[in-house]
């Protein structure tokens, strides 16, 4: 029973290496995200909301681009096992164009359809927040972060790449340095230090697109520099030709992972607006809870990453009993480690919301909504593990299926029900919304156990 559940020393050596310079590099950005957030919510709520409601809208086009490139990562991953440099190349060209589309898709979404998209959220309903001031502070905020999407959208395409193959320490150092540039310029542009005008929101956004471009010009410039350990880096452009039988392969395992990621990220968006129909102070304290949640959620994330890639890579090697072996010894170390962080998240609730300069309402729905997620961090970690096991052997159709189709038949139709048909507080419609995972999780469970996901894709 131990050696079917638990690995030996070098096992556990070997997962770290991967997913702690993830984690660290993840642990830097929301860090960053949570100083960032911290910073406005010191101006006021008005402006916490807006910034909350634009990165809301943000984190869509971001897992966008994160379910584009996903399936084209595991060609990669699994390219890379098997030593096939040229198909890496060319699996690469297809993370440009994939990119490139959605980039420019979003970009004009969220230019022309602002107003319509950020007024979903702005209801009324509780003592706190100016709506009409709220929506400026957004159209502000949003005006420069859509500058932001391009060096993000490229240094995706590279970050992944290196990540896919073995390399993680880098994009965590690059992370780490745009951390280090977003704080420096959120202190000064915010609150208007060493001469600079007090920009409050436009000013963080200004920080915000500043890291983006120091962060993607560093692992670009890195990527350039070291040729002879990553060859498939080079000659990109020169020829750019993608065979057809690449093209039809990412695009066969890779649009179920975008058009989940979409559905899904839009999911969590319809939620969100769901829970302000209950009023601003539903949206101020949902933010808060977001920030610090997703700041502990690194480890459980970097987790499903490390399980994509190790797992991928014995695929690709044609190693299938080990690949099993490995991805079972990996669900439960990463839900062993994450009821340990739940801890740690349930003991901060009652604290982090008073670092906010909000109102009591706001802070109280905040503590409450934190304490949910804590107690629910284990059940997201195994599915979020299973779902990563899943994908790495390209069975993105059945992952697809388990994410966005269950959100969107089951979830969606929940929250819009309690949100419109009830007089239920917002507090109940989170917990039982979010208490939904629970049954994806038994889904899960039986997805995973069926070994369907075994496969070797470049073999």
């Known amino acids: 029973m131990k050696s ?64 584009g490139l996903a399936g084209a990562g595991i060609f990669v991953a699994q390219f890379f096992g098997s030593h096939d440099d040229e198909n890496i190349k060319n699996v690469v060209r297809m993370k440009f164009v994939i990119g490139g589309v ?44 859509l500058l932001g999407l391009i060096p993000f959208v490229l240094s995706q395409c590279y970050t ?35 001469g600079a005008p007090a920009m409050g929101v436009t000013g963080a ?7 983006r471009i120091v962060e993607c010009f560093i692992v670009v410039a890195w990527s350039i520099r070291h040729k002879e350990k990553f060859p498939f880096m080079f000659g990109i452009f020169e020829k750019f030709h993608i065979p057809s039988g690449i093209v039809k392969n990412v695009l066969l395992k890779g649009m179920p992972l975008l058009i989940n990621e979409c559905l899904w990220a839009a999911s969590v968006t319809m939620i969100t607006h769901c829970y302000s129909k209950r009023g601003l102070a539903a949206v101020g304290g949902i933010n808060i809870c977001n920030t610090i949640n997703n700041v502990f959620n690194i480890v459980f994330l970097a987790f499903g990453d490390a399980i994509a890639i190790l797992v991928g890579q014995l ?19 990463a839900v062993i480690i994450c009821t ?14 008073y670092l906010y300069n909000t109102t009591d309402e706001v802070r109280y729905l905040a503590v409450r909504f934190i304490m949910i997620m804590a ?10 593990a299973a779902y990563f096991t899943l994908r790495s052997g390209g069975k993105t159709l059945i992952t697809f299926l388990f994410d966005s189709v269950y959100a969107w038949c089951f979830v969606v139709p929940l929250g819009l029900l309690l949100a419109y048909k009830t007089d239920i507080s917002v507090l109940y419609m989170y917990m039982i919304c979010q208490g939904a995972e629970i049954i994806k999780m038994f889904i899960a469970y039986i997805l995973v156990k069926k070994d369907v996901w075994i496969q070797n894709l470049a073999g």
Do not use: W
């Open 102 to 145: 959605i980039l420019l898709a979003g970009m004009g979404i969220l230019y022309f359809f602002q107003n319509p998209l950020i007024n979903m959220f702005l209801h009324a309903g509780s003592n706190t927040g100016n709506i009409d001031a709220t929506l400026e502070y957004s159209k502000d905020y949003m005006a420069v972060m």
């Open 160 to 194: 992944g790449t290196l990540r896919e193959t073995g390399e993680t320490v880098l994009p965590m150092k690059a992370g780490i340095v745009a951390v280090c540039v977003n704080v420096l310029f959120n202190y000064i542009l915010i609150f208007g230090k060493f």
């Open 340 to 353: 340990g962080i739940a801890a740690l998240m349930a003991a901060t609730a009652p604290f982090f919301p």
């Open 315 to 333: 695929l690709g090697a044609g190693k299938l009993k080990e690949a099993k072996d490995s991805a079972r010894k990996m669900r439960v170390f």
């Open 4 to 67: 079917k559940y638990f690995g030996d020393k070098a096992f556990y050596k070997k997962v770290m290496a991967v997913a702690i310079p993830i984690m660290v590099q993840n642990g830097f950005t929301n860090f960053v995200n949570l100083l960032d957030n911290l910073m406005v919510g010191r101006v006021g709520t008005d402006q916490m909301s807006g910034v909350a409601i634009v990165n809301q809208l943000i984190f869509v086009f971001n897992l966008s681009i994160f379910g």
């Open 205 to 211: 956004a200004i920080a915000t697109v500043l890291s």
């Open 375 to 384: 107690c629910l961090m284990p059940v997201c970690t195994y599915t979020n």
